[in-house]
């Protein structure tokens, strides 16, 4: 089993920068793809970004594309989600997720591991 822990959440200006850690346990996730999802109240959950076992291939949703930046750090267990020119529309509980095919994946029901999510909030 892997457990995932995300840290890094918090209250940012609309402009601002957030960088999001999501920390495994349990297993080493070296050879997991992993990503970051996000739900706004009264919104289904959606994608924000993934990427591959190695670290090399990265997939981001249009509306984060450009702005936010994801990273994974094999050594240390954890993946990262730079977050930057952040605005309302961001605000959402963001959730880190892991699997154990080695591509990146857009579908939350293709991940097996979930965290309990940490709150973004941008204010205007």
């Known amino acids: 089993q892997v457990q995932l822990v995300e840290s890094g959440g918090g209250l940012v200006q609309s402009g601002g920068s957030l960088r999001l850690s999501c920390t495994a346990s349990?297993?080493?996730?070296?050879?997991?793809?992993m990503g970051w999802f996000r739900q706004a109240p009264g919104k289904e959950r959606e994608f924000v970004a993934a990427i591959d076992w190695s670290g090399i291939m990265r997939l981001y949703a249009d509306s984060v594309k450009g702005r936010f930046a994801i990273s994974k750090d094999n050594a240390k267990n954890t993946e990262y989600l730079q977050m930057n020119s952040l605005s309302p529309e961001d605000t959402a509980v963001y959730y880190c997720?892991?699997?154990?095919?080695?591509?990146?994946?857009?579908?939350?029901?293709?991940?097996?591991?979930w965290g309990q999510g940490t709150q973004v909030t941008v204010s205007s």
């Open positions: 349990g297993r080493t996730v070296r050879n997991y793809a």
């Open positions: 997720a892991a699997h154990n095919n080695r591509a990146p994946l857009r579908t939350p029901s293709e991940y097996n591991y």
